[in-house]
């Protein structure tokens, strides 16, 4: 489908990629949220839709009107909508769909289950659609639930969801290691060196905080750079979806630079790691592994950015990543062509997504005294080494000239606030 399509000689639609302004669309519910009274005297609900063009991510949208009965009448993740006059702009840095009763939207509702006829929902507020609007609803229907869709699937919050980051120390029903934290019967995803991540894939990861960018309020998201050693020999190979260049390097992108400043005042660094994975260096100037930038951008979204987890995290600590999702990056503004943003998003709970904790950074220091000394491993370096992240750090620690490493560092991590601060 492209960017802009007439379906009939009445409207025309735009994929949610291509989509600005007052737009008509049709798109599948990701995720959905219960109706909530506004401040006011009105309803509001909130929704997340997606379509083939977002190549699994998810456009996040709020629908308001006087009355409940007249929102679209969403039950469930799968439900395909058709929209009109649905409007696109930005709020906080994030792009969303607005839907105003004063501006004329108007929705129309079906079941994304593939054996339920073609049939809209009842609501005293409808779209008009015709055969051409029917067929696209179909084509959706059986894309959202085709094997090769890359959607992750999310359980509607229509009921309270369970707390998604769960601390080790409290977890008597957690599982091991292997299969990330979670409750019993939680589905997991691999543990993966950052540098092996691949496009579409959900991938848990181990690695040790370099910096963190944190929310501000004009900014709902948190950026943190990890890193898990030097890239491995292999970090250089062909890519089998055929969407790198041949024999490319893998690559990651964050967000742009210039909101990298908005939010510079609350980002803290550990100077050391800052100096050994080269964080803040033009990624175009590296141009080999042993002497290119080491540090990983991942970008943490909605409850995940407020966990008890996130809120105490410091520059240094271990920490596990579950359930991170990697795409493609399509920012306008990315310098290298085909390389991979790894994002944390919402929900995920029967994934196990979250951030959790594996210790601080004297484990390191702890890890490499024993390692040195041929000494036995106490338990908890035997735990946080289980998928070799501490030996693989200490490896990038021996790999980086020493010369990097920082006399006298400071015991508290360097804030840009207590960097720019003026002397006493």
């Not at 979250?354 to 735990?383: C, N």
Request: proline residues 9%; contains cysteine.
């Amino acid at each position: 489908m492209s960017a802009l399509t007439t379906m009939n000689k009445k409207y025309i639609y735009s994929t949610l990629k291509s989509a600005s302004g007052s737009v008509n669309v049709i798109a599948v519910v990701k995720c959905c949220k219960k109706p909530k009274r506004t401040k006011g005297s009105g309803f509001s609900v909130f929704v997340s839709i997606t379509d083939p063009s977002l190549e699994g991510g998810k456009l996040p949208c709020i629908f308001f009107n006087d009355s409940m009965e007249h929102l679209p009448p969403i039950q469930e993740p799968g439900d395909v909508i058709v929209m009109h006059r649905l409007v696109i702009r930005e709020f906080r840095d994030q792009v969303q769909g607005c839907g105003f009763a004063s501006t004329g939207f108007a929705a129309t509702v079906f079941s994304g289950r593939v054996e339920d006829p073609l049939t809209p929902r009842p609501c005293a507020v409808k779209c008009s659609f015709y055969e051409a609007e029917l067929a696209r609803v179909k084509e959706l229907r059986d894309w959202y639930n085709s094997p090769a869709c890359p959607v992750e699937r999310e359980p509607c919050s229509l009921s309270n969801p369970p707390n998604p980051t769960v601390a080790p120390s409290d977890a008597s029903n957690m599982l091991d290691v292997n299969c990330s934290w979670g409750p019993v019967g939680t589905r997991c995803t691999p543990i993966q060196r950052l540098w092996s991540a691949r496009a579409t894939k959900f991938i848990s990861i181990q690695g040790q905080v370099v910096s963190i960018y944190r929310q501000t309020t004009e900014s709902d998201r948190v950026i943190l750079y990890l890193w898990d050693g030097p890239p491995p020999e292999n970090s250089c190979i062909s890519d089998p979806a055929g969407v790198l260049p041949t024999h490319s390097c893998t690559r990651f992108y964050g967000v742009p630079p210039e909101h990298l400043a908005y939010i510079d005042a609350t980002s803290s660094h550990h100077p050391e790691l800052v100096a050994i994975t080269a964080h803040g260096f033009d990624e175009t100037d590296a141009s080999n592994r042993n002497c290119g930038v080491w540090s990983v951008p991942v970008v943490v979204y909605d409850e995940h950015v407020t966990s008890s987890t996130m809120t105490s995290l410091q520059p240094g600590d271990l920490v596990q990543i579950n359930n991170i999702h990697v795409l493609i990056c399509h920012q306008p503004d990315c310098p290298i062509p085909g390389c991979l943003r790894l994002i944390v998003h919402g929900g995920g709970y029967q994934f196990a997504r979250g951030i959790h904790r594996l210790g601080p950074a004297y484990f390191l220091d702890e890890f490499s005294q024993y390692v040195e000394l041929g000494q036995t491993l106490p338990d908890h370096l035997q735990s946080a080494n289980e998928f070799g992240l501490l030996s693989n750090l200490r490896e990038g620690l021996l790999r980086r000239p020493p010369a990097l490493k920082i006399p006298g560092s400071p015991t508290v991590p360097l804030t840009m606030n207590t960097t720019l601060a003026p002397a006493p």
